[in-house]
C-alpha cells in the first residue's frame, strides 16, 4: 500500500510556491507559557510569497500497513522528489498544527549556497509537515525531523523553524550538508519560560552551550562540519552558527533582522533597543535570541504584532512620497532599485501586502489536544485580514479554506484567500480611509470569537466528556460557520467600499457625494515639481463672477 503526502482535489503541493527567488519572506513570533495572559504557548506565521495560494491543508490521522510509502513533492515548486517510508501511525493535521497540539512555522534564510543538496529527498515544506504527523511534542518533532533528513538528506538552503507545544517552544535552525553528504546540521534552543523570540529570514542562533539538552540540542557533527568545511576555527565553545554557516549582508539587517528589531522595541519599551544599528554598514551589535516582554501577552496582543508596518519609528512605511497621498505602507517589489549609480531599497515590515496566510497558534496544556489547540488562521495581508478560530480537533477545514475551493490560477468567490485579496487591493487605492473601515469589521469579528471563547470551549469538553467525536463535530461545525459568516461579510463589504469611495469620491453617512481633497502636505509636493504649469491663471479678457446675492428677509 502507498500513501500520497499531499492529497485532495488536486495535488496539494503544485499551487504551494514559495520560490527561493522570494526573498526575505515571512516572519515568525515564539511565545513561551510564563510570556502569555493565559498560560498559552503561542507562535506566528506569515506565509509571505507572491505565487503561494492561502488555504488549509488537513491530513486525518491514519494507521498504515508496514510497507506503506509516501510521495513527496517540494514545497515550493511542485516537484516530485521520491518515497519515504510512512509511519504506522500518523496524527491529524490541520494546517500547521495537529491534534497533540504541536505547531510549526519556518522562514527561510539564505545559507551558504554549497550546502544546498539537489540530490535530497526532503525539502523544508515536506519536512514541516511529515513531523506535524509524526510528532506528539516539540521535543520529538526536533528528533522527527534529524531523523528523516538523515535518512533522506536535506534539500532546501537555511531555514529558522519555530516548534510548539502545550509547554515549550523552541527555535530550530537548519542548514543542508551539499550535494555529497546526507542529512543536515542543526541547532535548537529552548524559549526560556516568560520569554519571547523572533525570526524574519536571518538565522538568530549564535553561541549555544554545549552540555544542557534540557534546552539546547544540535546535531552531533554542527561543529565539526564547520570546521572541515573552513567555515569555524577555534574552541568548541566559541562556536557561533549564524557566522559559520550563513554570514551576514547588509540585506539580512535592514529587510529582516530590523522585524525582529520591530517586535522586541514593541514588546519591552523599557529596553530601549535603538534601531539605529539597523542603518550603519558596520555595527558589532547584535539582537538578543530572545527578551522577557515588559507585560505578558494575550492572543490579540500577538496578532497585533502581526500587523506592523514599522508605525511611530524611522521605517514607518506610511511617511513619505513613497506611501502615496493616502499613506498606503506598501511598496511594489523590486525591494532594490537604482537611481544613477546607487542602489536603494524598501523597507519590509512584518505585514506584506503578498501574504498568502498567517496564523497565531494557542497551545494550552490544560485541556485536550482537539480542544487545547487553537489555529487564529488568516487570509492575505495581516493588516486587513480577520483571523478565524481553527481547532486542532476538527474533521475538515471550513468550505471557504479548503484545499481545491479556487487556487492561485482560479478565481472564486467562495475562496476567502480571494475575497481577502478582492477587499485589501481595493483599499489599495485610498488606503488610509479604507483600513479603517475595514479594521472595524476586523476588530468587531475578532472581539468577537476571543469573548465566545470560553463559552464554546466549555461546550465542547462536555461533549468531549461524553465522546471525543462529539466535540470534534461541534468544533468542526462551529470553525465553518464563524468562517462562512466572515467570508460573506467581507463580500458584502467590496460592495460598501466601492459605493462609498467610488471615483475618488465620499458619500457622507447620509449618502450625499463629497469630494475630499488630497491631503495639504501632497498639494505642496505637486506645486513643488510643476509649479508654474499648474498655476491657475486670469485671462485679460475674463469676466469677473457675479457676486451671490445677499438673501432679503423680512425679520
Not at 5 to 31: H, K, R
Not at 345 to 369: D, K
Not at 402 to 407: E, F, K, L, P
Request: hydrophobic share 35%; aromatic share 12%; glycine share 6%.
Amino acid at each position: 500500500m502507498k500513501t500520497r503526502m499531499f492529497t485532495g482535489l488536486s495535488i496539494l503541493i503544485i499551487g504551494l510556491l514559495i520560490t527561493l527567488g522570494t526573498a526575505w519572506a515571512c516572519t515568525n513570533i515564539l511565545v513561551s507559557r510564563g510570556a502569555s495572559k493565559d498560560g498559552s504557548v503561542m507562535i506566528t506565521y506569515a506565509a509571505d510569497s507572491h505565487s503561494l495560494y492561502g488555504e488549509l491543508y488537513h491530513w486525518p490521522a491514519g494507521t498504515h500497513q508496514p510497507d506503506a510509502q509516501v510521495d513527496i513533492y517540494e514545497w515550493d515548486t511542485g516537484k516530485y522528489l521520491g518515497k519515504v517510508k510512512q509511519q504506522s501511525v500518523t496524527y491529524s493535521v490541520v494546517g500547521n498544527m495537529n491534534e497533540h497540539q504541536v505547531a510549526i512555522a519556518e522562514t527561510t534564510f539564505e545559507a551558504r549556497a554549497e550546502l544546498v543538496n539537489p540530490k535530497a529527498s526532503m525539502d523544508y515544506g515536506s519536512l514541516i509537515y511529515l513531523t506535524l504527523q509524526r510528532s506528539k511534542s516539540a521535543r520529538e518533532a526536533i528528533r522527527v525531523m534529524d531523523d528523516l533528513t538523515k535518512e533522506y538528506g536535506y534539500r532546501s538552503q537555511g531555514e529558522s523553524f519555530s516548534i510548539a507545544d502545550p509547554d515549550e517552544v523552541w527555535i530550530m535552525e537548519m542548514v543542508g550538508k551539499g550535494p555529497k553528504e546526507k542529512g543536515a546540521v542543526w541547532v535548537a534552543r529552548r524559549v526560556p519560560d516568560g520569554y519571547i523570540s523572533a525570526h524574519a529570514n536571518s538565522p538568530r542562533i549564535g553561541t549555544f552551550p554545549l552540555n544542557d539538552k534540557k534546552n539546547c540540542l544540535y546535531s552531533e557533527d554542527v561543529i565539526k562540519f564547520a570546521k572541515k568545511k573552513g567555515y569555524f576555527k577555534g574552541k568548541d565553545r566559541d562556536f557561533h552558527f549564524q557566522e559559520a554557516y550563513a554570514p551576514k549582508s547588509y540585506g539580512a539587517l535592514r529587510f529582516c533582522e530590523a522585524r525582529v528589531w520591530n517586535v522586541f522595541r514593541r514588546v519591552a519599551p523599557s529596553l530601549k533597543i535603538s534601531g539605529e544599528y539597523l542603518k550603519q554598514e558596520d555595527s558589532d551589535y547584535k539582537l538578543p535570541l530572545w527578551i522577557k516582554p515588559d507585560s505578558k501577552l494575550s492572543v490579540s496582543d500577538v496578532m497585533a504584532l502581526m500587523r506592523d508596518h514599522f508605525e511611530g519609528t524611522d521605517f514607518d512605511l506610511s511617511k513619505g512620497v513613497g506611501a502615496g497621498p493616502f499613506k498606503l505602507p506598501y511598496r511594489w517589489r523590486p525591494m532594490t532599485y537604482k537611481v544613477g549609480d546607487q542602489t536603494y531599497l524598501h523597507e519590509r515590515a512584518v505585514s506584506t501586502q503578498q501574504t498568502a496566510f498567517s496564523f497565531v497558534s494557542q497551545s494550552r496544556s490544560w485541556m485536550p489536544g482537539p480542544i487545547g489547540g487553537v489555529l487564529w488562521f488568516g487570509l492575505d495581508d495581516t493588516y486587513s485580514t480577520v483571523y478565524l478560530p481553527i481547532y486542532a480537533g476538527i474533521n475538515q477545514p471550513p468550505e471557504n479554506l479548503r484545499v481545491g475551493v479556487g487556487s492561485f490560477d482560479e478565481f472564486s468567490w467562495d475562496s476567502a484567500f480571494w475575497v481577502f485579496n478582492f477587499v485589501s487591493n481595493f483599499a489599495y487605492s485610498r488606503y488610509q480611509d479604507m483600513i479603517q473601515d475595514i479594521q472595524k469589521h476586523q476588530r468587531d469579528f475578532e472581539s468577537m470569537f476571543l469573548a465566545k471563547q470560553d463559552e464554546v470551549e466549555k461546550a465542547a469538553l462536555k461533549l468531549y466528556e461524553q465522546a471525543p467525536e462529539l466535540a470534534r463535530n461541534y468544533l468542526t461545525d462551529y470553525s465553518a460557520e464563524q468562517t462562512r459568516r466572515v467570508v460573506q461579510r467581507f463580500r458584502k463589504l467590496l460592495t460598501e467600499l466601492l459605493m462609498k469611495y467610488l471615483d475618488g469620491n465620499l458619500r457622507d453617512e447620509h449618502g450625499k457625494v463629497t469630494h475630499p481633497p488630497y491631503p495639504e502636505e501632497w498639494y505642496q509636493r505637486i506645486v513643488k515639481e510643476k509649479s508654474e504649469l499648474l498655476k491657475m491663471k486670469k485671462l485679460k479678457s475674463e469676466i469677473e463672477p457675479t457676486p451671490t446675492p445677499k438673501c432679503e428677509c423680512n425679520p
